[in-house]
T-cell receptor
Framework: AQSVTQLDSQVPVFEEAPVELRCNYS??????LFWYVQYPNQGLQLLLK??????LVKGINGFEAEFNKSQTSFHLRKPSVHISDTAEYFC????????????FGTGTQLKVEL | GAGVSQSPSNKVTEKGKDVELRCDPI?????LYWYRQRLGQGLEFLIY????????KSGLPSDRFSAERTGESVSTLTIQRTQQEDSAVYLC????????????FGSGTRLTVV
C-alpha cells in the first residue's frame, strides 16, 4: 500500500535555529507532494507543493522543500525558525492514478523554544 | 463562500446514537473529500466525491459510516450507532478541477462519543 512516513513525531528547536522535518514516501512512478501546517484548533493550511519542474520548492513563511526522487524524500526546511512556527506539520502525497487522494503522514510536532 | 465550512464545530454524543456532520465546499469546487484525524495521528482518508461520478468509498472504516453529496454542493457524513473509537476530528476538503491541486480544508468537526 502507498504510504507516507514522517519519522520524527516531535522536533524541539530553539528560536532562530534551522530546522528540517523529514518526509519519505513509497516508491512510485509519479507523485505530487505537499506540506501542510496545522496550528492549534485550526484547519490545515498549505505550506508548499511540488507538482513538476524545479525540485526545490519555496513556500509561505520562509519554508522550502526539496523533492529527491532517488531517495523518495520531500524534506521540509527553514533556515531560522520563529516561535510562531510552533505547530503540527503534515507531509502528504498524491500517487497519480490513485484518484487524486491525499495520503498523509502521521505528522511532526514542531516546538520552537526561546 | 470564501472557504470550506463545517458544522457543527463540536459534537458530543452518546454511544449508540447516530450523528450527521455537514460540509459546505467552496462554490465551484467539483471534488470533495472527508478525512478523519484521531488524537495524535495523521489524517485518514474516508471518502471522495468527484462531480457526478461514483464516490470512492475505499476509506470508510465500517458500514456504520456513509456519506452523501448532491451534485457539487453540500455533503453530509453520517455515522450510525457511534462507538467511542469514532471520537476524532472529521475534516472536509474541496478542490477545483484546475490542475493546481489546490485543496482547501475546513476547520473540522470534533466528535466526542461518551
Amino acid at each position: 500500500a502507498q504510504s507516507v512516513t514522517q519519522l520524527d513525531s516531535q522536533v524541539p528547536v530553539f528560536e532562530e535555529a534551522p530546522v528540517e522535518l523529514r518526509c519519505n514516501y513509497s516508491s512510485s512512478v509519479s507523485v505530487y507532494l505537499f506540506w501542510y501546517v496545522q496550528y492549534p484548533n485550526q484547519g490545515l493550511q498549505l505550506l508548499l507543493k511540488y507538482l513538476s519542474g524545479s525540485t526545490l520548492v519555496k513556500g509561505i513563511n520562509g519554508f522550502e522543500a526539496e523533492f529527491n526522487k532517488s531517495q523518495t524524500s520531500f524534506h521540509l526546511r527553514k533556515p531560522s525558525v520563529h516561535i510562531s512556527d510552533t505547530a503540527e506539520y503534515f507531509c502528504a502525497v498524491i500517487y497519480t492514478g490513485g484518484g487524486n487522494k491525499l495520503t498523509f503522514g502521521t505528522g511532526t510536532q514542531l516546538k520552537v523554544e526561546l | 463562500g470564501a472557504g470550506v465550512s463545517q458544522s457543527p464545530s463540536n459534537k458530543v454524543t452518546e454511544k449508540g446514537k447516530d450523528v450527521e456532520l455537514r460540509c459546505d465546499p467552496i462554490s465551484g469546487h467539483t471534488a470533495l473529500y472527508w478525512y478523519r484525524q484521531r488524537l495524535g495521528q495523521g489524517l485518514e482518508f474516508l471518502i471522495y466525491f468527484q462531480g457526478n461520478s461514483a464516490p470512492d468509498k475505499s476509506g470508510l472504516p465500517s458500514d456504520r459510516f456513509s456519506a452523501e453529496r448532491t451534485g457539487e454542493s453540500v455533503s453530509t457524513l453520517t455515522i450510525q450507532r457511534t462507538q467511542q473509537e469514532d471520537s476524532a476530528v472529521y475534516l472536509c476538503a474541496s478542490r477545483s478541477n484546475e490542475g493546481n491541486y489546490g485543496y482547501t480544508f475546513g476547520s473540522g468537526t470534533r466528535l466526542t462519543v461518551v
